[in-house]
């Protein structure tokens, strides 16, 4: 599943391919993965790219938005000159396109395409005026991004899920945008705090750093290229390599820790396979 790195580094790519061209054609082939009037997309200039945690927004001209979510299965192949294919990882990256799980094709005025492949159908693009999207409720609901919070604002909307852990606290997207499964772990290791510790018990200086470890990991996956585990192909085709080259717990389990030699260990902690040493976080 991409998280907000993954995401970014998507943003990036398409930027690049997508910025100044016009959409000339767009084909839902599969009514739920599209919201709007498709009809009403074509003519229109892509002119920027932004991020809102999880969420691709693309702006077209005339005030006008595409809002992309990935979800689990979503994955986004662009095919022009050169190729870029991203999110989920299965063979539709090197396959003949639309293939089985395409949904929504956009054409542009350079004959390339851009495909929004599905398999589970749980992602979803949606076309909006500025003003829907500044009411949808999916990024009403959203947290600042971990760049935007302040230590004190995060120490504040921590205090909201007191009775929750730590671990769960993060994942929530109305506490801080865009952690993930791999950055939730990273950071709580970053910070020294047991992902299970209740939030109660976590102080400001700690959340002053756990905070600075959401950043400081999410910067460096981003940098790297972001990486979903093996599932993330970065815009030039080849594989990001961010959990093996950072990755300090996750999917660590049963190795030394880095920084005490104990063994990393591998629990279930809020629903979610949840990677820490014993040692270096209490
Ligand atoms: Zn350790």
């Known amino acids: 599943m991409p998280e907000l790195p993954e995401v970014e580094t998507i943003k990036r790519g398409l ?33 920027e790219f932004k991020r809102r ?13 595409l809002m ?11 095919i022009g000159e050169e190729k870029f294919a991203a999110g989920h990882p299965d063979k539709s990256f090197v396959e003949k ?12 005025d350079d004959a390339s395409h851009l495909y929004f492949n599905d ?25 600042p991004e971990p760049w935007e919070l302040t230590p004190e604002e995060f120490f504040a909307r921590l205090q909201r899920r007191k009775g929750t852990t730590i671990k769960a606290a993060i994942l929530d997207q109305s506490v801080i945008a865009g952690v993930g499964n791999i950055y939730a772990d990273e950071s709580l290791f970053f910070a020294q705090i047991f992902p299970g510790r209740k939030v109660a018990d976590v102080s400001r200086a700690e959340s ?5 470890g959401i950043r400081e990991v999410m910067e460096a996956s981003i ?20 959990l093996e080259k950072f990755a300090k717990v996750f999917q ?31």
């Open 15 to 47: 930027e690049h391919f997508l910025i100044g061209k016009h959409i000339t054609k767009v084909t839902v082939k599969t009514a739920k993965s599209f919201t709007g009037k498709s009809e009403e997309v074509v003519g229109h200039k892509v002119i």
């Open 53 to 65: 945690g999880k969420a691709l927004l693309i702006g077209l001209d005339g005030n006008l938005w």
């Open 68 to 78: 992309i979510h990935l979800r689990m299965t979503g994955q986004l192949i662009y």
């Open 97 to 108: 396109m639309p293939g089985r799980h395409t949904r929504v094709i956009f054409e542009f």
């Open 119 to 143: 398999q589970r159908k749980f992602g979803f693009v949606k076309f909006v005026s500025k003003a829907e999207l500044e009411k949808d409720p999916f990024l009403t609901k959203l947290a």
């Open 208 to 212: 002053g750093k756990l905070l600075k």
């Open 223 to 242: 940098a790297s290229g972001g990486s979903t585990m093996k599932d993330y192909v970065r815009a030039d085709g080849t594989k990001g390599n961010y």
């Open 252 to 282: 660590h389990d049963g190795q030394k820790c880095l920084t005490c030699s104990n063994i990393i260990l591998k629990t279930k902690i809020a629903g979610r396979g949840t990677h820490y040493c014993p040692e270096c976080q209490k």
